[in-house]
């Protein structure tokens, strides 16, 4: 898990994951070893640490589960958020390490992926930090072409990089934002005809926030990943995998838009449009799988540089 602190949208990168690197390594050899029911126990202790020693993550979960679920929100709320987040870390040991025995994963709206890569095209997967991504990366192995997830490395605690040493191909796919060649890379990505995954509801050390009504209210989506995938000129998919319950997963991929323009004429209302038609998505994944969120810090607070 990781402690968001009072960390904004703008600033979240800065907050480290908690844990010392012996401790992850002994949580992780428990559960290789003694298996997903293991692992789940480990989970409660876990969670019940998390929400007594961090009060900014119980507040930031309380304010979105006040949006997503509509009504007062308890304390066992909370705990149900932060463990559903920890369940979702605990799969990804074996999702990456491929021991999906005892999982199950749905996947709707395939269609609308493999008509674009039969055409021979590369496209944008703009997702959320909502359920995991890994879900993907492991449905992706038996893809014809590469999932590039587009991800930020540079504050990864302890546990993030033993969980990427589990599959070292997938990742070695991974394009790390933040180098000179990042978005070279991403370019000769879809080029080739691959995947580019992106998370658009938050990006590190994002100076530019653009406004869209969001659960109810106003929040500050970054501006980054949508202007990245209308450079890009590749067709752009929604995706979501959302957890359903222990180890079972819906995986769904939704058309976003054949290409995404930017008119330099209308370009911060297109950047507006593009951005609410996004949060509208997210919304609705929000509201069916209110525990899947997983963005513990304040939301909708107006970051500095907000459109």
């Known amino acids: 898990m990781t402690e968001q602190g009072a960390a ?22 428990i559960t290789l070893t003694l298996g997903w029911r293991a692992g789940t126990l480990l989970l409660y202790p876990i969670t019940g640490y998390f929400f007594l020693a961090s009060p900014a993550v119980r507040a930031a979960s309380r304010d979105y589960l006040v949006r997503a679920l509509g ?12 463990f559903t987040f920890a369940s979702v870390i605990l799969d990804r040991v074996f999702l990456l390490s491929g021991r999906l025995r005892g999982f199950a994963i749905e996947v709707q709206g395939l269609e ?14 703009l997702g959320a930090h909502v359920g995991s991504f890994d879900v993907l990366r492991s449905v992706g192995r038996d893809a014809p072409v590469a999932v590039r997830p587009l991800m930020y490395r540079e504050h990864w605690g302890a546990m993030t990089p033993m969980l990427e040493a589990l599959d070292p191909a997938l990742a070695a796919a991974i394009i790390e934002i933040g180098r000179p060649d990042t978005m070279l890379r991403v370019q000769e990505a879809v080029a080739k005809g691959e995947i580019v995954g992106i998370l658009a509801d938050r990006a590190p050390a994002e100076r530019r926030f653009v406004a869209a009504q969001f659960l109810g ?53 297109d950047l507006t449009d593009a951005v609410g038609r996004y949060a509208a998505s997210l919304e609705t994944v929000c509201r069916a799988h209110p525990f899947n969120w997983f963005n513990f810090y304040p939301f909708w607070e107006k970051p500095d540089h907000g459109e």
């Not at 009504?71 to 932060?82: E, P």
């Open 71 to 82: 009504r007062k929100v308890s304390g066992g709320d909370v705990v149900r958020h932060l």
């Open 112 to 125: 609308t992926l493999t008509a674009i890569l039969g055409r021979g095209e590369g496209c944008v997967l």
């Open 217 to 269: 209210a106003t929040a500050y989506f970054p501006a980054g990943p949508i202007v990245v995938a209308g450079l890009l000129g590749a067709p752009v998919v929604v995706f979501h995998g959302v957890r359903t319950g222990p180890r079972h997963y819906l995986v769904r991929f939704e058309p976003f838009a054949d290409r995404l323009v930017l008119k330099r004429a209308t370009r911060q209302q």
């Open 8 to 29: 904004t949208g703008r600033d979240w990168a800065s907050q480290r994951e908690r844990g010392s690197k012996a401790l992850s390594r002994l949580m992780l050899w």
